[in-house]
């Protein structure tokens, strides 16, 4: 038995590692081809998109709840390595019979071929890095194992040579460099040139000096590119050509329109000062950033287009042909629903949907807020659904009155005395009247509020506490300009966001 053992992993390892090398170098190379071509095309990629696709509502939630903006490197992470374990079957029984794990490889790459074609604005071309995998994965596990005579491999099965070792380190070298060249472009191409925003002929007022110059741990009150949160379905981030992108208007108009980056920014742009929050935000979540966004008024560019009388809803379609829904009458009220082409000051990050993308006051991103935006359509709910619709969630999802505690943290140890309670509240377009702090479950105390912005802007808030010794639970709510106040009603996220009142344990002593 030990005899069989020993046997077994003697030639099964070479073996395995084989079939995995070769499908490293078959990756490496189709990752390069991605690069020159679409990212999203990589066979990694193609099969991660599909698998976040196909995957249940309530796991995406789970997912997102337990390991934030983790999930992505996680479920690649999880792609890969089955991916691995897969190659190494196929390098064992390449070892076998060279057929059979050959073919293993090819199927696998035609997996990532058929998840790539499986995209909204998939091409014939998308299939090419799969199969630019499939032709490098066969041959370097051919250069690996150099087969014997048929009457020796019937017995012992083909054999690793010197020549197949050489080959192997030779290979682990060549993924390196390959994969490494086909990352590299993939960055250099994410670079944004030199795109200089034109001044706002609406310009926003300068923000006032926020609370967290006073107290360092409350959220500051403009949220950073590089902090701001970012929540979508995208593993990689489109890469998109300024110069030849556009955007079309169509559907139930007067006259169907295109523009290009060019004529936006010629056109008459404003400023605001607008909190954005993600569905999958949770109470005391950290999914809302606030930031100064420069682009045209939605109004702006349905006049031009004329809208006609059946539409009721505006379907936004990304470069990539991911839609979003949003009620018509919101471009319409009054909110300031803008096009988007600048983010505190600078271009739109490519992460946060350069060249231009949707904003929405008081709705959440799902509804309102589309990144890479590439058309919008004038159509009904009835005619036409998006992503998230079909996928169950609300279409009219107006963002809840809500407030966090940023200080203390859940579960801090803290020392006797002078302390500070503090954090954020929001209500976009109704604004926050008034913030409350319950200390272990006694009477509502109300926070001093800091500087107002706008009625889309989130709010600072604290309240000074003499902090005795003890287990003590703080809980906060907050009240909008119109009356309405935080609900204690748990709610999840899905279908149309989460509600309650947070509630924090802290330790003095």
Not at 302 to 317: C, E, N
Not at 335 to 362: A, D, F, K, Y
Request: aromatic share 6%.
């Amino acid at each position: 038995m030990a005899d069989r053992l020993r046997t077994a992993l003697r030639t099964g390892i070479p073996g395995a590692a084989g079939g995995v090398l070769a499908t490293l170098a078959g990756l490496a190379a189709a990752h390069l081809t991605a690069a020159l071509t679409d990212p999203a095309t990589s066979p990694v990629v193609s099969i991660g998109s599909t698998v976040i696709d196909l995957t249940p509502t309530p796991v995406k939630e789970w997912a997102v709840s337990n390991f934030g903006t983790a999930d992505k490197p996680i479920l690649i992470g999880s792609v890969f390595a089955g991916t691995l374990v897969l190659a190494g079957i196929a390098g064992i029984l390449a070892r076998r019979r060279f057929p059979l794990g050959a073919a293993l490889l090819v199927v696998l790459t035609a997996l990532a071929g058929a998840a790539a074609l499986a995209r909204p604005t998939a091409t014939i071309t998308d299939v090419i890095p799969a199969v630019v995998a499939a032709i490098v994965g066969v041959l370097t596990l051919a250069l690996i194992f150099r087969t014997r005579t048929a009457s020796a491999e019937a017995k012992t099965g083909p054999r690793l040579s010197r020549r197949g070792i050489l080959g192997m380190a030779a290979v682990a070298v060549a993924v390196g460099v390959i994969g490494g060249a086909g990352e590299w472009i993939t960055r250099a191409r994410s670079r944004i040139g030199d795109i200089k925003l034109p001044l706002a002929a609406k310009r926003a007022k300068a923000l006032p000096v926020g609370l967290e110059d006073q107290y360092a741990e409350i959220t500051p009150l403009s949220t950073s590119n590089s902090k701001f949160y970012r929540v979508d379905t995208r593993l990689t981030v489109p890469i998109v050509d300024v110069d030849s992108w556009s955007l079309t208007i169509d559907g139930d108009v007067d006259k169907e329109l295109t523009f290009s980056f060019d004529d936006l920014m010629k056109m008459s742009l404003e400023e605001h000062d607008i909190t954005m929050t993600c569905v999958s935000n949770d109470v005391g979540g950290k999914y809302i950033g606030a930031a100064r966004w420069l682009g045209v008024p939605i109004t702006t560019l349905l006049d031009q287009a004329g809208v006609g009388s059946k539409a009721d809803q505006i379907l936004s379609t990304d470069v990539d042909g991911f839609t979003i829904s949003t009620p018509l009458e919101l471009a319409t009220d009054g909110r300031n629903m803008m096009v988007v082409i600048g983010m505190n000051g600078e271009p739109l990050p490519r992460e946060h949907g350069l060249p231009c993308r949707l904003i929405t006051p008081g709705i959440y991103g799902f509804v309102g807020a589309t990144k890479w935006l590439t058309k919008l359509t004038l159509t009904t709910y009835a005619e036409q659904t998006a992503y998230w619709t079909e996928r169950d969630w609300a279409t009219d999802a107006p963002i809840k009155v809500s407030s966090r505690i940023d200080t203390p943290k859940p579960l801090a140890r803290l020392k006797p005395g002078k302390t500070a309670i503090g954090g954020v509240a929001w209500a976009q377009t109704r604004g926050i009247k008034t913030v409350e702090v319950r200390i272990d479950g006694g009477a509502w105390q109300p926070a001093e509020l800091g500087p107002e912005v706008n009625l889309d802007y989130w709010r600072q808030w604290y309240l000074p506490w003499d902090a005795p010794n003890g287990t003590h639970m703080l809980s906060v709510r907050a009240t909008t300009q119109d009356g309405e106040v935080q609900t204690a009603a748990r709610a999840t996220p899905f279908p149309s966001g989460a509600s309650g009142i947070q509630e924090v344990t802290i330790f003095v002593e």
